[in-house]
Structure formats: C-alpha cells, structure tokens
C-alpha cells in the first residue's frame, strides 16, 4: 500500500466512493473545496488503484476530518490507521493544534479506530445527519 497527496484528478474517486456515504458531496462540492485552498487529503493506492482516502479542511490552528473512506473488502488491514496517521502529521506540519471530527453513532468500527488514535469524545450533535442520527464528536489535541 502507498499513500499519496490527494490531487482534483482523484474527484471522480471521490464521488464514486462517497456515494456509499447518506450524507454524500458532489463533483461540485468537492471542486469547490479543493479551490478554497484549505481542503487537503491522501489516498491510499495498492498497484495504482485507489482504495481509501481521507480527506480534512484546515482553519488557522485546527482541522476537520471531513472524510474517511476505506474500501470493503480492504478494512480491518491497515489502511485507516495509516491514514489517519499521514492526516495527524501533516496537520502537525501545517501549525494546527486541534483535530475535530464527527462519526454516526451507529458506526462503532470508526469509534473505535478514532479512539485508537488519540481521538477523545467530546459530546453528540443532535440529529447531525440527514436521517436524523446523532453524530459523536471527537477531538485530538496535539
């Protein structure tokens, strides 16, 4: 497995892969992103084919994981710890100091990858997602 800079060339990825995702961006919403200057990522990439990436914005000193994506049949192998490892350091390199994120409820294998790395609970977002479950935010000092 190779990690790598996100680029826009990999929107189509992107898209294709959040549409797993019930709270999915578009082409447009991730080209905006990316144009705003503060949208970063990685991909993760076993013989050229992309099969994750994490995606976060910064702002001054913290940062937002907006997204996290790991292929199915590639879980439970690495690929999220990893990126969520090129994440933490390049944030460190770009000054921040604090990590924010929010996962549904519902997904306990994401808790407890976030929990692993450092990730401490912070408190629930009420109806946070479009169908109405609870989002848990977590946030990592560094």
């Known amino acids: 497995m190779m ?34 200057g503060n949208f970063y990522g990685f991909v993760a990439q076993t013989d050229g084919a992309p099969i994750g990436f994490i995606t976060y914005s910064v702002n001054i000193d913290t940062a937002d994981l907006q997204d996290l994506f790991v ?3 590639c879980r439970e192998k690495g690929v999220g710890s990893a990126l969520i490892a090129e994440f ?14 929010e996962v549904r409820e519902s997904n306990a294998p994401a808790i407890s990858l976030y929990e692993k790395a450092g990730f401490t609970f912070l408190s629930i977002r009420k109806r946070y997602y479009s169908d109405g479950e609870n989002a848990r935010v977590y946030v990592k000092e560094l």
Do not use: Y
Not at 91 to 97: E, F, P
């Open 3 to 36: 990690l790598r800079p996100l680029q826009k060339d990999d929107i189509p990825f992107l898209v294709f892969a959040r549409n797993t995702f019930s709270d999915a961006w578009d082409e447009k919403m991730l080209s905006s992103a990316f144009n705003a």
């Open 71 to 73: 292929a199915e049949d």
């Open 88 to 101: 933490i350091s390049d944030a460190i390199s770009r000054g921040v100091k604090k990590l924010f994120l």
